[in-house]
């Protein structure tokens, strides 16, 4: 909401809004840092929410569902089914759906957040959560793996069978790197880069319409509409995006989690 | 984007390179998200599951409870057809004897018919003995009077002629004949 108050103050030119304005005045700040940050709210907000809704459609556990525990029964059943179930399968599917299902929802709410006019801020437009998320995916498929193959997992992660020595002396090279460099690098920038760019797009947007609106003249004036009707159609698809990252991250979880289970196979 | 990162990186201070995490905020996520974790391991998935479990249980239990009224069912029908071949047998048994029963006592009539046929028809025997018998003794003492007439008559007319005498003898019969059958009319 600063950030777009900023342009206009000067109405001579038009200062798009940076990265800096990413980062709003701590609701709290203490240390050298920037304190209690808005995000930091959101994320225990979102901790509350998610908690608070489904515990609230479970607790009833009728047989036959009322519409508040039919909603979180379908929200429940599409992590269940639709990812865990789908992508890991077998008997122990049922183990990973606790983890999948806390990291979809946590991840949608915190996205969703940027799509509700008042808050307007997705958390992970700060890189911080993305990175401990994708770091907690990260460790538990290695865990797995692990656990379930023992050392030799590495050695079947990154070893394809079947091929030549002296193309091996290259594939497994490029699998170390893709594997267990790139991998949870990739997981968490994706989420936080488009989160970043979602909302960038939404403040220059807003403070692109505000600097248009402020000019004398009345063509440049009119040319705020075009402007708004493309931040629409911006915030329908960064709607769109939240969701679907949300959705991406969580499979891929499912799917590491299915490649450390299934390493021999692969 | 690069040039934004640029001069972020030129105005210095602050953490202002996108790609540097907050530790606050790191901190905040991961004890957030494990908060979360753990309520979900806790409650919602066993909640949610519990219910899953108690509704499939609930339809298979109903659906078994069906095959059992299933079963029964067909087994009293089985006992019905049981018992009514039972009872047809029954019948036919009870309708056998019956047969066999009636044709008992007609044998049984029929054997006492003809015995009760043999009795009268001894019974007439023996009466027509007994009248024979009766007859043949009041005869024996009619001849006796008789021959005592026919005797006297015979003295009476002159016993010297044969010829005669074996008239009158005749004569004396013919009357004896037309008085008896006189007395059977």
């Known amino acids: 909401m600063i950030a777009l108050a900023l342009p206009a103050q000067d109405s001579g030119s038009f200062t798009p809004p940076g990265i800096d304005e990413m980062h709003l005045p701590a609701i709290l700040p203490w240390g050298a ?3 209690f940050s808005k995000q930091m709210l959101l994320v225990i907000l979102s901790v509350v929410i998610i908690a608070t809704f489904f515990i609230l459609a479970a607790r009833k556990q009728q047989l036959v569902p009322g519409k508040l525990q039919f909603a979180g029964e379908m929200a ?3 992590v269940r089914n639709s990812i865990a179930k789908d992508i890991i399968g077998g008997k122990d599917f049922i183990k990973y759906v606790p983890l999948l299902f806390s990291l979809f929802f946590f991840i949608l709410v915190n996205n969703i957040y940027g799509a509700i006019p008042v808050i307007q801020l997705p958390s992970f437009s700060h890189v911080g959560g993305a990175y401990v998320l994708a770091g907690i995916v990260f460790f538990t498929w290695i865990a797995i793996g692990v656990k379930k193959n023992g050392l030799k997992y590495f050695k079947l992660a990154t070893v394809p069978s079947g091929i030549p020595w002296y193309i091996l002396l290259i594939v497994v090279p490029i699998e170390i790197i893709s594997n267990f460099l790139v991998r949870p690098v990739t997981h968490s920038l994706r989420l936080f880069a488009t989160m970043l760019a979602g909302h960038l797009i939404v403040m220059l947007a807003g403070s692109g319409i505000e600097f248009l609106v402020m000019q004398e003249n009345v063509l440049l004036k ?15 698809l960064e709607a769109l995006i939240m969701a679907l990252q949300a ?17 021999d196979s692969h | 984007m690069n040039q934004l990162i640029i001069s972020a990186a030129t105005e210095g201070e602050k953490g202002t390179n996108p790609l540097v995490p907050n530790i606050w905020e790191m901190g905040v996520v991961l004890v957030g998200f494990a908060v979360l974790l753990y309520i979900v391991v806790k409650f919602v998935v066993p909640m949610f599951e519990k219910t899953f479990a108690e509704r499939a249980e609930a339809i298979e239990g109903g659906i078994a409870k069906a095959e059992a009224a299933q079963a029964e069912a067909s087994a009293a029908l089985e006992e019905y057809k049981q018992q009514l071949t039972d009872a047809r047998a029954e019948a036919n048994r009870i309708r056998e004897e019956a047969r066999a029963e009636g044709a008992q006592i007609l044998a049984d009539l029929k054997a006492k018919a003809a015995a009760e046929s043999a009795r009268i028809t ?7 003995e007994s009248e024979r018998q009766a007859a043949v003794v009041s005869l024996r003492s009619e001849v006796g009077t008789l021959a005592t007439t026919l005797a006297g008559r015979i003295v009476g007319e002159a016993l010297t002629d044969d010829e005669r005498a074996a008239r009158v003898v005749d004569r004396f ?11 059977a009319k």
């Open chain 2, 122 to 128: 001894e019974q007439a025997h023996a009466a027509i």
């Open chain 1, 76 to 78: 429940y059943g599409f």
């Open chain 1, 33 to 35: 840092h920037d304190g």
């Open chain 1, 247 to 263: 959705y991406v991250f969580t499979l891929l979880t499912a799917i590491y989690i299915e490649g450390a289970l299934h390493a």
């Open chain 2, 173 to 183: 019969l013919a009357d004896l004949e037309t008085q008896s059958a006189g007395a």
């Open chain 1, 222 to 236: 009119g040319a705020s509409v075009l402007v708004l009707v493309g931040a629409i159609a911006m915030y329908m």
